[in-house]
């Protein structure tokens, strides 16, 4: 008997302040175009913090260097372009510093990098990928922060796994 196991999909995203403006980026979604942080999904063999800083060049062209974690939150779908109503989210986010611009393409389907104040975030809730975007960006102004160290990643995630 195929009992099916419940699986939350899990995403990374980077929260990166500047002078008061955060990096946001504007992408098609399955619902029209949304505004979200650099994010995306955990891909297998990698670990949280390879996954934001392979998102964050992916989706702005910037290396990322993550300095701590924001926060860890749990969302059902509102918008996506991939997932079904159903779907959970359990999103990682990090702060961190921006680095170098790269020449190269941005992910298919993101439109352009822009940066807004928390002002200007708030006040087009309508257009966010989740309502995480804003809680994201809340949790960084408050000063939430946990270190690097809290997460862990066996060795055996980018290698082969021994019974």
Not at 8 to 34: C, K, N, Q, W, Y
Not at 68 to 78: C, H, K
Not at 148 to 154: E, I, R
Request: charge should be negative.
């Amino acid at each position: 008997m195929t009992t099916d196991v419940w699986k939350p999909s899990v995403t990374v995203a980077a929260i990166i302040e500047r002078d008061g403006r955060f990096l946001m980026i504007e992408e098609h979604a399955g619902d029209g175009l949304r505004l979200n942080q650099p994010a995306g999904h955990l891909e297998q063999g990698e670990s949280l913090i390879q996954a934001v800083i392979r998102e964050t060049m992916e989706e702005s062209a910037h290396d990322f260097t993550p300095t701590a974690l924001v926060g860890m939150y749990m969302s059902r779908n509102v918008s996506s372009s991939r997932a079904t109503p159903e779907a959970t989210y359990l999103r990682f986010a990090f702060a961190g510093v921006l680095g170098q611009r790269h020449e190269r393409a941005l992910d298919e389907g993101i439109v352009r990098t822009l940066w807004m104040s928390r002002d200007e975030l708030a006040a087009c809730p309508h257009l966010h990928r989740s309502p995480l975007v804003l809680q994201c960006v809340d949790d960084y102004i408050n000063g939430q922060r946990a270190p690097l160290t809290l997460l862990y990643t066996a060795s055996n995630v980018n290698g082969s796994i021994h019974d």
